[in-house]
């Protein structure tokens, strides 16, 4: 029992990253019908915006250091995303959906490549600076929350829950829940779609970015191709939810997160890669929608 | 059977014919580097023609031909070392054993990839959009994680000791089977139906085509080829690493396929051909800069091709129909 406790923090603490990328992949399909492949690298270079902020600025040696590397790096992040929409997204708005599809990876892979020459970040690995001490914040019967788990959870759940508030109580978030339900209808109804959806990738890559950091701070070990396997495992966690689904994204992070910490503590370590895709093809074989999905939508003529 | 048919299997003989005289004459694969580097081409040239199949004809969009190409891969290199290797066929000589137990590795990989591609297209086909990537990006994940993890195929460190067999004819041999299948298959009312898809499923659906089905097919004889391309792989190689299968081996193959021109099979083979090639002619850049330059321009010549030129190289023509035209034309203006 304690075990399994203990793989549930864990669990909790993983998926709430896994969550906060995946808004971002959600929230792209949503407005765009777009598999966003550069939205991991945006994650890898909030890890890396972290680092650099934190060994160049000496000012943020002060506490709350942490915050404001957060904040920094999830600023730099929200520009990036939006120049990389404006620039690579927006001229292909209205060709086909493939070639923006190939778009995007042709950016993820551009990023990965410039990432990897020696006079950026080279391709060894960095190692995250220690923002936060890593001590045992809690321990109730055996079962330990580190405070690193702690702030991942709680960041993650703040996040999370401003979110929430910005897609469904707000004048923005109305505006882009309505472009995400049909475009066209949208902009007839006056709210201008080029705005939405350069906000939508604002907003998700900051998220991107603050998970970029978390994950520095528990997987001190970055690189540039860090956001290839967790990009794609974020995006498993999307569709899982239902893609395009907010909620579902939420939920469906945490789902992976908790079924991978299942894996590795009750199974093997080694396949922890393969249980988020083959949550993946079941999910696709018996609910394709996802679990918040709205039903299969049959297009009709 | 009409005279365009017996055109393309007289050109294919034609082709096999030269090919079988050049590997006679030119240094073999393992000899000389420029022919090893038209080894890997040919090999590029089945995988972009099949990806081409399924991307280009019936508009559908995998990201796992590197998982179909692995299972082909390792079934056809466990064949080698464990029956090719030990056993020969009796009453022939050796050379000719091994190139029929050779030549049935390669069926071998196809078939097993062809299977794996049933059981993936089954359940992705059957939706439309963008879950066809989704799963076979998945797919081919989880096969690269399996491979790691199971010490008969060499897990991690990879699959070594597989007889060297295949050389420039093979692969030319498949390369031209893959190319003649996709060109027919386009003419006749399976092709024709995946043409249909591409444009409109809606429409095609409507019309009587059973979509599920004929995309079903298209993609089980796609992974086929992927299959065969990965058992000439082994083969050609020796050895098979997990890291020969990566997400990016995928990119690449559909990279080849978009820039040629998507529904030109021609343009495919050029992309092919030009992307093998443009990483040894870079060489001496790298050399001279000591940087690895590859990815970055891959990803730029991409991203560049969508924004300026986004329907490839050649967009749907290919090249022997632009030839053909000419050459039927010429008499018209000739009087």
């Known amino acids: ?301 | 059977m009409n005279a365009r048919v017996l055109q393309g299997w007289a050109w294919m003989l034609l082709g096999l014919l030269l090919v079988g005289i050049a590997s006679a004459v030119l240094p073999s694969p393992s000899e000389s580097y420029p022919m090893y580097v038209v080894g890997l081409a040919g090999i590029n040239v089945i995988l972009a023609v099949s990806l081409h199949i399924v991307n280009g004809l019936t508009g559908q969009f995998s990201l796992g031909h590197a998982g179909f190409m692995a299972v082909g891969g390792y079934t056809a290199a466990l064949f080698g070392t464990k029956v090719i290797a030990e056993y020969k066929l009796m009453y022939i000589s050796e050379p000719v054993s091994d190139t029929i137990l050779f030549f049935v590795a390669t069926l071998l990989g196809g078939v097993a990839a062809g299977i794996a591609g049933l059981f993936v297209g089954l359940p992705s086909l059957r939706l439309r959009g963008d879950y066809l990537a989704i799963v076979t990006l998945g797919f081919a994940e989880i096969i690269r994680v399996t491979i790691e993890n199971v010490e008969v195929l060499g897990a991690a460190t990879g699959l070594v000791g597989i007889p060297p067999l295949t050389n420039l004819f093979w692969i030319f041999f498949w390369a031209s089977a893959t190319l003649l299948y996709a060109k027919r298959l386009q003419e006749c009312t399976h092709g024709r139906a995946l043409l249909a898809i591409r444009e409109d499923e809606i429409a095609a659906e409507a019309m009587g085509v059973d979509t599920t089905g004929y995309k079903v097919r298209a993609f089980v004889a796609s992974s086929f080829f992927a299959g065969v391309a990965g058992a000439l792989l082994g083969y050609y190689l020796t050895i098979l690493t997990p890291k020969d299968f990566t997400f990016l081996k995928s990119v690449e193959v559909v990279v080849m396929v978009v820039l040629g021109g998507m529904g030109s099979a021609s343009g495919a083979i050029l992309a092919a051909v030009l992307l093998t090639v443009l990483p040894e002619a870079l060489r001496p850049l790298r050399e001279h800069t000591g940087v690895d330059l590859r990815m970055v321009i891959y990803a730029s010549l991409l991203l560049l091709m969508m924004l300026l030129r986004p329907r490839g190289f050649l967009g749907r023509r290919e090249i022997w129909t632009m030839l053909r035209r000419r050459r039927e034309t010429e008499p018209e203006v000739a009087p």
């Open chain 1, 1 to 301: 029992m304690t075990e399994f406790v203990q793989h549930l923090v864990n669990g909790l603490s993983l998926g709430s990253v896994y969550a906060l990328i995946a808004l971002g992949y959600t929230m792209v399909y949503g407005v765009l019908q777009l598999i966003n492949f550069a939205h991991a690298e945006i994650f890898m270079l909030g890890a890396f915006a972290g680092y650099y902020s934190a060994s160049w600025l000496p000012a943020f040696q002060r506490e709350p250091r942490f915050l404001v590397i957060l904040s920094l790096s999830m600023a730099t992040c929200a520009l990036l995303g939006t120049v990389i929409e404006r620039f690579a997204y927006r001229p292909l708005r209205y060709s086909p959906r493939l070639n923006a599809l190939i778009t995007a990876m042709g950016v993820s892979m551009l990023i990965q490549a410039i990432g990897q020459l020696p006079f950026f970040m080279g391709p060894s690995p960095r190692f995250f600076p220690e923002l936060l001490p890593n001590t045992t914040l809690l321990s109730l019967g055996g079962v330990g929350v580190s405070s690193l788990q702690a702030v991942t959870l709680v960041s993650s759940v703040v996040l999370m829950i401003g979110l929430h508030r910005l897609v469904f109580h707000s004048r923005f978030g109305s505006a882009m829940r309505a472009v995400s339900f049909d475009a066209r209808t949208a902009g007839l109804m006056g709210i201008d779609a080029n705005r939405v959806i350069a906000l939508t990738f604002m907003v998700g890559s900051a998220l991107a970015a603050a998970a970029g950091i978390l994950v520095g701070l528990s997987y001190p070990r970055i690189e540039p191709t860090m956001g290839v396997l967790l990009g794609l495992k974020a995006f498993v966690a999307a569709v899982l939810g239902g893609i395009g689904n907010v909620r579902g994204a939420m939920v469906g992070g945490l789902t992976i997160g908790l079924v991978e910490a299942m894996a590795v503590g009750y199974g093997s370590s080694s396949y922890r890669d393969a249980v988020a895709f083959g949550i993946l093809i079941l999910v696709l074989i018996f609910k394709p929608s996802g679990i918040f999905g709205r039903g299969a939508v049959v297009e009709k003529v």
